[in-house]
């Protein structure tokens, strides 16, 4: 149910900036009639709303209202101020932006993001300082011992996961990505 009223609050408002008033020989007209309402619905909105409780713990409801919070496996981004959560029944991977942060209200619903779907299951992240990456898989951060990153000697903007000293997944436009977002993490030879 929450989840319903955070995406009922975000269309009210984005019809209300939709209307636009249009100034005709002195007479104020609303134009609503051309405005395509279906693109108003914001695509990487989750079906999830999470709520922060006192002592680091949440609440996760899907869009029916469904209480899901034992369904679900989260864990704090690199950044520690994100929330990232795997539900294990619909196998969607969300994100809540600035859940930890100090100025998140606790007892409030969030809007929470898709994180894009990943053919392998597995998606990564760069850090905050460029300095490393990290893979999650289903809610749970892997092992890092396992993986090493080459540059692509075909190709020298992407960049070769290699997993156990085998070339696997592969990076595409390393340099277009943005730290402390999360991207799916592609086979090698897709």
């Known amino acids: 149910m929450k989840a319903k009223i955070i995406a009922l609050t975000s269309f009210i408002a984005a019809v209300y900036a939709g209307t636009t008033s249009a100034q005709n020989t002195g007479t104020n007209e609303s134009k609503t009639e051309n405005t395509n309402y279906s693109n108003l619905f914001d695509d990487d909105l989750s079906e999830f709303a999470v709520m922060k409780l006192d002592g680091g713990l949440f609440k996760v409801e899907d869009f029916d209202g469904n209480n899901v919070t034992d369904d679900v496996k989260a864990l704090k981004t690199p950044n520690k101020l994100d929330l990232l959560f795997y539900e294990q029944k619909s196998g969607a991977t969300t994100i ?6 100090t100025e998140t209200k606790k007892n ?9 779907g990943s053919t392998t299951g597995l998606h990564w992240t760069l850090s905050n300082d460029f300095k490393s990456f990290y893979i999650i898989q289903n809610g749970a951060y892997l092992d890092m011992s396992m993986f090493k990153l080459k540059t692509n000697p075909s190709n020298p903007d992407e960049y070769v996961v290699q997993e156990n000293g085998v070339d696997k997944y592969v990076l595409h436009d390393l340099k277009g990505k943005y730290p402390d977002q999360f991207y799916p993490l592609e086979l090698l030879n897709q």
Do not use: A, D, N, T
């Open 108 to 116: 409030k619903w969030l809007e929470c993001r898709i994180v894009p």
């Open 96 to 101: 809540c932006y600035g859940f930890y942060s």
